[in-house]
């Protein structure tokens, strides 16, 4: 996967050198190409940010280096045809960021990233990247709150779409039980020692039997989710009295 991120911070992204990401950068599993927004002005102070139409607090992000840093990053090609980014654009007001849209970017062989800062970027930019780039634009959202710029969204973001691509996590199995894959939590974990502090790692973890371990595991996951996050529960694995349907 290619992955293109414009940004007035571009070291900001400096973790992404780390861990399984720098691994997967290493092993040419993934590239990732940091653009400093800076670079498509044309001004002694490379500006890119001035005062909002009909007023308010705040500056907006000039339409004109977005676009030459947009129509820098699609000029560069993907190798493959053609071929252009789809553009995501972190931002409070896009669609949540989940798992399920993490395995959708994972399928994209190239993604661009445009880094929002002070009030957000001028509306026109979008239309842009639609209309004259051709370019599929999804405005995406880490959760309710606001951070300061788009960076730490992408570092999210690219953290969770990476560990899905083939290769990057050694042993693939461990994604598939893990929180959120099919909208349960994931149940609770445990390691040596069997007592540690004055406390068990439970009887049924010790038992060996495989099927009681996995409806154990089940049944763990269907109470966390009911008790963290009721929200992800589909109304069938709820009874109409309140109580979990617990489908063992
Ligand atoms: N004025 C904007 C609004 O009310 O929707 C908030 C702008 S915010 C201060 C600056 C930038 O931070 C945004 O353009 C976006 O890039 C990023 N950002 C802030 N909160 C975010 C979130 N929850 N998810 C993703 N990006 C976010």
């Known amino acids: 996967m290619r992955i293109d991120v414009v940004t007035i911070f571009p070291e900001y992204l400096a973790p992404l050198d780390l861990s399984l990401i720098g691994k997967a950068?290493?092993?040419?599993l993934l590239t990732v190409t940091a653009h400093d927004l800076r670079d498509f002005t044309h001004d002694r102070h490379r500006t890119v940010d001035d005062t909002p139409y009909g007023g308010g607090a705040g500056m907006v992000m000039k339409p004109q280096p977005w676009a030459e840093a947009l129509d820098h990053v699609v000029a560069q090609g993907d190798g493959s045809g053609g071929r252009r980014p789809r553009l995501v654009?972190?931002?409070?007001g896009g669609a949540p960021f989940t798992q399920s849209l993490a395995r959708e970017l994972a399928e994209e062989p190239w993604?661009?990233?445009a880094c929002g800062r002070y009030e957000g970027i001028d509306e026109r930019v979008y239309e842009y990247a639609?209309?004259?780039l051709g370019l599929?634009?999804?405005?995406v959202s880490l959760g309710d709150y606001v951070l300061n710029g788009g960076e730490?969204?992408?570092?999210a973001m690219v953290e969770a779409i990476a560990r899905l691509l083939p290769g990057v996590i050694g042993n693939a199995e461990s994604l598939v039980e893990e929180s959120h894959e099919d909208g349960l939590l994931e149940y609770p974990i445990y390691t040596k020692p069997k007592v540690w502090n004055g406390r068990s790692v439970p009887d049924v973890l010790l038992s060996g039997n495989h099927s009681a371990i996995a409806a154990w595991r089940h049944e763990q996951r269907l109470a966390r989710t009911a008790s963290?996050?009721?929200d992800l529960l589909h109304p069938a694995q709820v009874t109409t009295d309140g109580d979990l349907e617990?489908?063992?």
């Not at 599929?136 to 405005?139: I, L, P, R, Y």
């Open 89 to 92: 654009v972190p931002g409070p």
């Open 111 to 113: 993604l661009a990233f």
């Open 228 to 230: 963290r996050r009721p």
């Open 136 to 139: 599929e634009v999804s405005v």
């Open 25 to 28: 950068r290493e092993d040419g």
């Open 246 to 248: 617990v489908d063992l």
């Open 152 to 155: 730490v969204a992408v570092l």
């Open 130 to 132: 639609r209309d004259d």
